[in-house]
Structures are given as structure tokens and as C-alpha cells.
């Protein structure tokens, strides 16, 4: 009985720390940019929120097949960049849109999903068992999450091909309507 406490006080913790780290914003004074004390170390790194119309912020991440996905790479291609993890919800509802999508545009679109601070095992799992073939990346440390700061996932941005956020969904219904408000994003940033 002790050993299922401890367990569900460990995933209670997991949970919470998942969320600071995909879904908190960090504010500070500094954009992207170090806050130091009066010793000169650094204490905490703020991000700006990424807003509609700014630049992308550039990263670089494993993606679960092995390979790697930059971002700057993809400069001339739209961009589709989820931000999600395995227990949320709505983030595993809209998971059939991104593999429609993916069949949809083949190589024309970059479709990415960062899992948000998950082990490798965990997120491996979960595509073997709903069987997706579009790109999804780890981000066991949340730097990359940390670069797109929000107040929670599904966080899902359409990236024009001159690399600037041209949308930004937070949340989501079902993989249906995502589906349809995903393509419509991609179609205007494609003209």
C-alpha cells in the first residue's frame, strides 16, 4: 500500500513539474536573456512570450526516429510546431489531425511535435501504440518548451516560410475540428 503512495505522490510531482515546465511562462525583464545577482551567477533565464508576427525562436531537438529537427533548416517551408505531452487529454484527442495533416502535405509542410519533458520510453511507447508516422521530438529537459512559453499544451503554432508565427492555438477540441483549423492556417501561409 505504501509503495502505490509513493507512486501516486511521484507522478503528482512529475505532473507538476511537466507543467512548469511546458505550460509556465517565466516573466522577467530581460527578453531571452539571463537575470544575474549581485554575485554575477546566473539565477534564472526569462523568455518572452512568442506572440503572432514575431520570429520563431530557433532550436534543435532528437526526434524519436532517431534523427534531428532545427528549425532554421526549414527556412522557405511552413511549419507546424505542437508543443504536447502523453497525459494531456486534448493533446492526445488532436493527434490523428497531425498524422491527416502529415499524409495531407508530405515533405511540402514540416510537422513537428516537442513532447513536453517525458522520458524516451513513454514517448516511444505512445507512438508505437497509435502507430504515427509524423515527426515527434523529445524535450526531456524542457529548453526547448522554455523557448515557446505558455500557460499550458496543447501549444500549437503555424510558422510562415519567412519563419514568423503566423497563428497560435492554445488548447484544443477534437482531431476533426483541429484538423480543419489546422489546414486552413497552413493553406493562408502557403499563399
Not at 549581485?38 to 533565464?45: C, I, K, L, M, N
Not at 495533416?101 to 510537422?111: C, K
Request: with cysteine.
Amino acid at each position: 500500500m505504501i509503495r502505490g503512495k509513493k507512486t501516486g505522490v511521484l507522478i503528482v510531482c512529475l505532473m507538476v513539474f511537466t507543467l512548469a515546465g511546458c505550460g509556465g511562462r517565466q516573466k522577467g525583464s530581460g527578453e531571452n536573456s539571463a537575470d544575474s545577482s549581485d554575485s554575477g551567477q546566473e539565477v534564472q533565464t526569462a523568455y518572452q512570450e512568442v506572440l503572432e508576427g514575431d520570429n520563431a525562436p530557433d532550436f534543435t531537438v532528437e526526434t524519436a526516429d532517431g534523427g534531428t529537427f532545427v528549425l532554421s533548416e526549414y527556412s522557405g517551408k511552413v511549419v507546424l510546431l505542437n508543443f504536447w505531452a502523453t497525459w494531456c487529454g486534448p493533446c492526445v484527442r488532436e493527434m490523428p489531425a497531425f498524422e491527416k495533416l502529415h499524409s495531407d502535405y508530405g515533405e511540402d509542410v514540416a510537422i513537428l511535435a516537442v513532447n513536453c519533458m517525458e522520458d524516451k520510453d513513454t514517448v516511444n511507447q505512445f507512438i508505437s501504440d497509435n502507430g504515427y508516422t509524423f515527426p515527434i521530438a523529445y524535450d526531456l529537459e524542457g529548453t526547448t518548451s522554455m523557448k515557446y512559453p505558455s500557460d499550458g499544451i496543447p501549444y500549437t503554432l503555424v510558422i510562415g516560410r519567412d519563419g514568423i508565427v503566423r497563428n497560435i492555438y492554445l488548447g484544443a477540441r477534437d482531431a476533426d475540428e483541429q484538423y480543419e483549423e489546422y489546414k486552413s492556417a497552413i493553406e493562408a501561409a502557403l499563399e
